[in-house]
Nanobody, 123 residues
């Protein structure tokens, strides 16, 4: 089992920045990849960004390229999402997730999920 706890969400104005954190515990050595997803009211869950935990590969959705940066801290067993130049369309509940195996770009291959953190961007 892997436990994931997100933090760092909040209410900000358009153009501001936020940094989300995802602290992992449990059988974390078994992770292949971790990712950030988001879901806005009435919309499908969207893969925002992902990384291969022990490698250098990263992925960003087109809508966040150049504004968001995903990173990891091995010592703290924590993943981050730095979000800059936030827009109202970034408003959503953000979830972190971990995949043990499978395709790291396929949402259904993620095995463990956090409880989510709300990000609200006012225009």
């Amino acid at each position: 089992q892997v436990q994931l706890v997100e933090s760092g969400g909040g209410l900000v104005q358009a153009g501001a920045s936020l940094r989300l954190s995802c602290a992992a515990s449990g059988r974390t050595f078994s992770r292949n990849a971790m990712a950030w997803f988001r879901q806005a009211p009435g919309k499908d869950r969207e893969l925002v960004s992902a990384l291969v935990w022990s490698g250098g590969s990263t992925y960003y959705a087109e809508s966040v390229k150049g504004r968001f940066t995903i990173s990891r801290d091995y010592a703290r067993n924590t993943m981050y999402l730095q979000m800059n130049s936030l827009k109202s369309e970034d408003t959503a509940v953000y979830y972190c997730a971990a995949a043990i195996r499978g395709n790291w770009l396929r949402p259904n291959d993620y095995d463990y999920w956090g409880q989510g953190t709300q990000v609200t961007v006012s225009s």
